[in-house]
């Protein structure tokens, strides 16, 4: 009686604490939303705003472009590197914030949950504080206010919830300091000296725990070389002489930017689950140090001695691969691709480099891990006990709709959008999966316990999933995160550099030249003093709004008229100056756009080894995304939002293809080919003409061949020329007035060697992660397995149908996760050659390639996976305990 009358009273007493803490909040977020709404709350250009106020001024103004040209200048945005346009959309967020807290505030009122609302007010008030911090206005003491509010808010919800519970948890944590005062003083006295059979014990622990040793060492030196391997790849391709400042300008550079990002985090998960499995592991031998008596200063010692030689032999063992590695994967690319430059790289610089990294990973990953230490008690070598993880209830079919909405839609904006091949756009669908398989797994797993035949039929395929679905389900949804990693982008991207036809074949001329009308007797003079065959075609100079995808970066420093930047420069030809250069590279094809009107066929010349583009990446704030090109003819011309239209207009893109007609020249990223009628080509040309004198711009395309004796002659007269039209470069350093096919080819070959070794990589280091995780997955709950195999052995299943089940259970992360990968991937291997315009015969070589590549890739999974699991079936058979033993 007395039991439930305490029962009730903390009932009681939590019922009200719980209540204060909702009025609490309640009048917390109402505050917060006067002071959105009703105070002043930034300062620009010497006037104080209301947010509200802000918008009804700009509204006044006729619109944020026209409220901007009133108050900002090109010049203060360039210098500033802000403006008031991205201000506009981020002060949406401190309105948001104050819908959902007055929501929040009426839910807790009336007494009901509002903690989901509360999760989500926080995290768009940091996004907005992360705003203010790129915007061009003085904050008011209104905005500071509410977000100390916003911190007080929580910490003080969490005192009056908690507080009780605090002052319990610092009594208990008096308790055990005092006894772990006592503990030391009791095991600070050391009586004398170890005996040799101490040591020995020791010894013998270590020798018996060699594997241990060896899957960290092997693991963290795996990936030291990979990292070697990469930044020396890197540092080879730099080093090449080009003669221009090509490869400043080319992909190396953000191919290694996205995965050097890829391998990075990879090695720093694995050494997280290796440094985790390893503290795991030791704990248990740790028992019994400190059961014969070894000081814990000395035990202490020892850790940190075996830790830091794993690491130091880690990193020696990865330099040496990586040392040994470079130069073999360096003959091999450059041979297979029948280059003959002649590179080198500093390899004490790659070293040192490589070292420091590793050494910053170990680091990151240590304190990562360093919430073990705190949840094991070093003098029993005690875990706190693994909980039941509590199924997923809320919120399911909600869930499981969105997630199939963001597979929808990644995949139709990876294939169909704007961005192409955008890994954003891949980050989407593989949210929808984890909300797929978090959700509809739990609804699945619901409907086979409610079916008690099912449940009993699969009851121990259930079980685990049952009792850890959490743990399962992220184990899985990371195997199959790297899958799709490997299987979707890595293995095609790799298969498509490896068939790419020959540098060589594009670049069909010697030197293209981009010349004025004045530049005529010049290219005459040339002509006539070397032995060079020259063609003239009259050509049309060509902008796009944007080069680029457009990032963040691109819209923080969009000026006050809207103008962003690179903007593309391009090769505008008439239809009839396409089929001439089509007959020298394509003899055979005899196709024809058959253009009309305004209608543009655009020639991206690329090999097949370069992402699928757009020839312009515009698209404005909260403007609906178009595939027509905005092109401008002529000089590139300034914009702002009202005579975008006119300046830049919108062209209609008939059909599109791939092939190098003058050459590839920055990757395919700019001096791309486009075709209009000869008769809407003739206006537009003409257009340009009109305008030489204030406007001069390249008119003319001029081919050349020199013979080999003339080559060096007319390579130095086309500097003399670079330089006097030096101008053609003011709007975009990359695009030059010429260029010449054996600094092209160079630069071309660089690249494509950089990114063979860079893809190969990062797939191999995916298919590494993929076995590591799945072993450690299986080693931290060997114990589990191997507890659950006796009590099958105890009822009288027999081994064969034991082993069986074992294989049955570990089929889910090893084989599921990769057929479900495979079967995803399948759409982006097909999409590949679409997106890229492959012709016919360069699909089929892709193809065989890809199903070659994926086949060794598989056949090493499988072989990985297949003696994981045999391991894992003899340690769970070997370490069962029979009845009578």
């Not at 904050?139 to 910490?155: E, G, K, Q």
């Not at 890197?234 to 190396?252: A, E, F, R």
């Not at 995949?411 to 954003?424: P, Q």
Request: with cysteine; proline share 3%.
């Amino acid at each position: 009686m007395n039991t439930e009358k305490i029962t009730n009273r903390f009932k009681k007493q939590f019922k009200n604490t719980k209540r204060t803490a909702g009025l609490f909040e309640a009048v917390i977020g109402l505050i917060i939303s006067c002071l959105v709404l009703f105070a002043k709350w930034f300062t620009y250009k010497g006037s104080a705003y209301t947010i509200l106020g802000f918008y009804a001024t700009v509204r006044q103004y006729g619109g944020i472009s026209a409220f901007s040209q009133a108050f900002e200048t090109a010049e203060e945005v360039a210098a500033t590197g802000s403006s008031i346009v991205p201000a506009y959309l981020f002060l949406l967020m401190p309105l948001l914030l104050t819908v959902i807290l007055v929501i929040r505030s009426i839910l807790l009122l009336a007494r009901k949950k509002a903690d989901i609302l509360t999760t989500v007010s926080y995290w768009v008030g940091f996004l907005y504080l992360i705003s203010v911090f790129f915007n061009s206005y003085t904050v008011r003491p209104a905005l500071t206010i509410s977000m100390i509010l916003m911190v007080a808010d929580y910490f003080g919800t969490r005192m009056i919830l908690e507080g009780d519970e605090m002052n319990r948890q610092a009594r208990e944590l008096k308790r055990k300091e005092e006894q772990a005062r006592l503990d030391k003083l009791r095991r600070m006295r050391f009586p004398g000296h170890y005996s040799k059979d101490f040591y020995t014990v020791i010894f013998a622990n270590f020798r018996s725990n060699l594997k241990g040793y060896l899957l960290f060492i092997f693991a963290a030196s795996v990936s030291v070389a990979f990292l070697y391997i990469m930044i020396g790849a890197l540092s080879l391709v730099l080093s090449i002489d080009t003669g221009q400042d090509v490869m400043k300008y080319s992909g190396v550079m953000s191919i290694f930017s996205e995965v050097i990002l890829i391998v990075l985090f990879l090695s720093i998960m694995l050494l997280v689950l290796i440094i985790s499995n390893y503290i795991k592991t030791r704990m248990k031998n740790y028992g019994i140090f400190i059961s014969l008596g070894i000081r814990k200063k000395t035990l202490e010692l020892i850790i940190a001695l075996e830790f830091l030689t794993c690491i130091v032999v880690s990193l020696a063992a990865g330099l040496l691969l990586g040392n040994l590695g470079l130069p073999v994967m360096k003959y091999f690319f450059l041979h297979s691709m029948g280059i003959q430059t002649s590179i080198s790289a500093e390899y004490r610089l790659i070293t040192l480099i490589t070292a420091i990294i590793f050494l910053l990973m170990t680091g990151l990953s240590t304190l990562i891990n360093y919430h073990i230490f705190e949840n094991v008690d070093i003098t029993t070598s005690s875990f706190k006990a693994v909980k039941k993880e509590p199924l997923p209830y809320h919120l399911l079919i909600p869930g499981l709709l969105y997630g199939i909405y963001c597979i929808q839609s990644g995949i139709r904006s990876y294939l169909y959008g704007s961005w192409m091949e955008g890994m954003s756009k891949l980050a989407t669908m593989l949210l929808g999966f984890l909300f797929l398989l978090y959700c509809g797994g739990s609804k699945l797993l619901k409907h086979f316990m409610k079916k008690k035949d099912l449940y009993l039929k699969h009851l121990f395929q259930i079980l685990p999933w049952k009792y850890h679905f959490k743990t399962n389900a992220k184990y899985l949804f990371l195997l199959f995160t790297i899958q799709i990693f490997a299987l979707s982008i890595y293995l095609p991207r790799l298969a498509s550099c490896l068939t790419a036809d020959a540098e060589g074949q594009l670049y069909p001329y010697d030197f293209v030249c981009m010349a004025h009308e004045e530049d005529e007797t010049f290219f005459q003079n040339l002509k006539a003093e070397n032995e060079v065959e020259m063609v003239s075609y009259p050509m049309v100079r060509i902008n796009t709004l944007l080069a680029a995808p457009l990032t963040y970066s691109t819209i923080i420093h969009t000026g006050y008229d809207g103008v962003v930047s690179p903007q593309g420069q391009h090769i505008g030809i008439s239809e009839t100056t396409y089929q001439k250069l089509k007959a020298v590279v394509a003899p055979h094809d005899k196709s024809t756009p058959n253009l009309k009107g305004n209608e543009i066929h655009v020639v991206f010349q690329q090999d097949t080894s370069q992402r699928a583009r757009l020839l312009d990446w515009y698209t404005y704030f909260m403007e609906d995304l178009s595939n027509d090109p905005r092109l401008h003819a002529g000089v590139r011309a300034g914009y702002d939002m009202e005579t975008r239209d006119t300046i830049y207009p919108p062209y209609p893109v008939k059909s599109q293809e791939k092939l190098s007609l003058t050459g590839m020249f920055q990757q395919g990223d700019q001096e791309d080919i486009v075709v209009f009628s000869d008769e809407y080509f003739e206006e537009l040309r003409q257009s340009v003409l009109d305008q030489l004198e204030e406007e001069p711009t390249p008119t003319q395309l001029i081919t050349l061949q020199a013979a080999k004796g003339s080559y060096q002659n007319v390579s130095d007269s086309l500097k003399i020329f670079a330089e006097k039209n030096v101008m053609d470069t003011y709007a975009q350093p990359s695009v030059y007035p010429y260029y010449e096919k054996t600094e092209e080819l160079t630069a071309a070959e660089g690249d494509r060697f950089f990114k063979e070794i860079a893809f190969s990589i990062t797939a191999c280091i995916l298919l590494l992660s993929s076995l590591f995780i799945f072993y450690l997955k299986y080693s931290l709950e060997i114990e589990e397995m191997r507890r659950r195999n006796q009590l099958l052995e105890a009822v009288g299943m027999n081994n064969k149908d034991r082993v069986k089940l074992l294989c049955s259970e570990m089929s889910v992360h090893s084989w599921w996760a990769f057929l479900g990968a495979a079967a995803v991937s399948l759409i982006f291997c097909i999409a590949m050659p679409v997106m890229r315009h492959f012709k016919a015969n360069e699909i089929g070589i892709f193809a065989l390639t890809l199903l070659i590549i994926i086949a060794v890739y598989t056949l090493l999974y499988g072989l990985g996976i297949h003696f994981l699991t045999r391991g894992f079936i003899r340690k769970i058979e070997d370490m069962t305990i029979r009845p009578g033993e």
